[in-house]
């Protein structure tokens, strides 16, 4: 099963080193419809509307598999489909925290970092 990142683990931050190391292969960046990034941490959640921003990998072996779990602790897999087609696994908020509806204290945004003026 192939890998959807969106924080942390894409290239350029600072624990894409955890997926090469071990063998991951980048395979293109992609998109996921209606999810988004909640707050300015990177906790991604269902978000109608909105589209999230991310990179799809490969090559993720069970090893890999075992640090990332430990990595996205308070966080579960969830298999989802991409913009481009991609079967993958995105690590999604599986916490206490109410990320949707009308009493959310998060601001949702399509991509991270979030940068606001």
């Not at 921003?53 to 490969?58: L, Q």
């Not at 206490?96 to 003026?117: A, C, M, N, R």
């Amino acid at each position: 099963m192939k890998l959807f990142v969106y924080g942390t683990l894409k290239r350029g931050e600072c624990n894409n080193d955890l997926l090469t190391a071990y063998g991951a292969k980048f395979i293109q960046e992609d998109k996921l419809l209606n999810h988004g990034v909640y707050g300015y941490a990177p906790i991604a959640g269902p978000a109608e509307g909105v589209t999230l921003e991310g990179e799809v990998w490969d090559n993720i072996s069970e090893e890999l598999w075992e640090r990332l779990d430990a990595l996205e602790w308070g966080y579960r897999r969830k298999e989802i489909t991409t913009v481009g087609n991609h079967k993958a696994v995105l690590y999604i908020y599986g916490g206490i925290l109410k990320l949707v509806g009308p009493t959310s204290l998060y601001k949702v945004f399509s991509k991270w970092p979030v940068f606001e003026d």
